[in-house]
C-alpha cells in the first residue's frame, strides 16, 4: 500500500497514543485513571475528571506546537477511559494510604512526596509505591520535623482534661491512617469556647483543604461525593441533625456506601465506598442517637476566661510555629503503633476495636498501663448520659424497672405500660417500639437494664423481655 493511502493519524489518534504512551492507565471502584510524570512529580488523575485533558493539552503542544480542538481532546479522553477499563485493578488513594504493612501520607505539595511510615520509623519518599489523587479542595501537610513534642500544642487546645488530650491525640494517629474505623468527634460547648479553632487545628493537623469547615449536607449523595474528594470532613455551627444523617455518619466512621443510577442509562448504577474520620461542631449535644454516640468521642470544652482568650492571629501564629514538629510527633506515634499492636491482647475491645487498639497500644505514651480504655470508658459513658437524657424512651423503661422490676410480654402491652410514663406524653406505635428499644438498648446495658427479644409459641409471637443486672462497663 502507498504512502498516500495511509489514513493520516487525526489529533485524537495523536492524543491517545500519547496517553497510551506516557500514562499508566488502570481502574479502581469502576472508575478510570491515568498515573502521569509531570514536572511537579508523579500524578494520578481520574480520566474522566477535569485534569487529565489539561495534562494532554500540555504534551500535545509540546509536541506538536499547536493546541488540539476541544472535540479531538474529548474523543481522546473516551478513548482512554475504554483502555482503562481493561486495565489492571489498583487501588487509588486520598490522603493517606497502606502497602506491605507501610502507610503512606501525601503531603499534598508539588515535589509528589509522600511519608512512608513502618515499626521501625518514618521518612520521606519522592517516589510512593501507591497511587494518590488528590482534589481541587486538597492543600499541602508540612514537612515534618524530627524531635517533635506533641506538648507544644496542649496549652491551645482548651481541653477539659488529660483524659480528652489522650484520646484526641490517639484520634489524631489514627486519623492520618488509611483504614478507619474512625471515631467521630463532637466537639461542644458554650459560645467562646474554642470550639472553631480546636476543629481548625485538627484540620490542618490531619488533611488541610481549602474547604476547613462545611455546612451539613443536603442528602446522603452530597456527603459521599464530599468524601470522595477529601480524606477529612468537619462541620461546623450545627444546630440540629436528622436521623437520616445520623445514620450517613455511623456509615461513614465504620465504612459504607451507596449507589446512584448512571445518568444515560436505564438500569447502570455507580457507587461511592467510603470510610472517613468526621469532626462536628455545635454548642447544643447533636450526638443524641446511641448508634452514632457508640461511634464517637464527644468534648466538652470549657469556658475561656477572658484574661486567657488568645487573639486568633496568635493562635494561629503559634500553632503554625510549631506545625511541623506536632505532626513529626504524630508520625513517632504512628510508628510506635506499628510496632507496638500485633503483640498486645486487649481482654475486650469497645464498637470501635481498630480505634481502641491503636489507643491501647500507644497508651505508655500518655500514662500508666490501662488509661487509654478507662479514658474511653469514661467518655462513652458520658455519651450515652446525653443519649439517656434526649430520649424520653430511657426514661420511662428506667421508670417502669424502678417499680415493676423485670418484665415479660408483647409490644403492644409494653407500649401501654410505657406511654404514662414518657415525657412529655405521646403515643407509642407497638410495630416501632421494638427497633427503638433495640437502638437504645446498649445505653439502657449501661445502666444494669437487659432488653432481650424471642419468639415463642405456636404463632411464633414476639415476646420482650426487660430483665435488672448490675451496671455494666461502656
Partial sequence: MSDEATPKPTDADLLVAIGEKEARLSQWQSRAYATVDTAKGRRTFQVLGPRLPTWLRLRFREQYQRTPSASAVKAAITALADLASLADEVPVWLRSASQDGKVY?????????????????????????????????GLPLPRPRRN???????????????????????????????????????IGGEQGSGKTLLASMLHDLVDPSRLPLRALPRNERDLYIACSNTHLLVYDNISTMGDWLSDAFCKVATGGGMALRQIFTDDGEVYFRAIKPIILNAIEDV?????????????????????KRIDPAAFAARFEACRSEVFGALLDLMSFALAMMPTITPERLPRMAGFARIGIAIEGCFGVPGCFMAAYDANRAASSSIVAESDPLVGAVKAFVATQGAWQGSATDLAALLEPLILPPRRLEPAALGGHLRRIAPVLRASGIAIGFAREGKGRDRVITIACNAPSTP
Wanted: hydrophobic share 45%; glycine share 4%.
Fill in 148 to 186: 517533635g513534642d506533641l506538648d507544644m500544642i496542649r496549652d491551645l487546645l482548651n481541653l477539659p482534661d488529660d483524659a480528652s488530650y489522650q484520646l484526641l491525640m490517639t484520634w489524631c494517629v489514627a486519623a492520618l491512617m488509611p483504614a478507619g474505623p474512625y471515631p467521630l468527634i463532637a
Fill in 105 to 137: 501520607i501525601d503531603l499534598g505539595d508539588d515535589s509528589g512526596c509522600a511519608v512512608e511510615v513502618d515499626e521501625k520509623d518514618w521518612r520521606l519518599v519522592p517516589f510512593p509505591p501507591v497511587r494518590f489523587i488528590s482534589s481541587n479542595l
Fill in 287 to 307: 450526638v443524641t442517637r446511641p448508634d452514632l454516640a457508640d461511634r464517637a468521642i464527644v468534648l466538652n470544652l470549657p469556658a475561656i476566661p477572658e484574661e
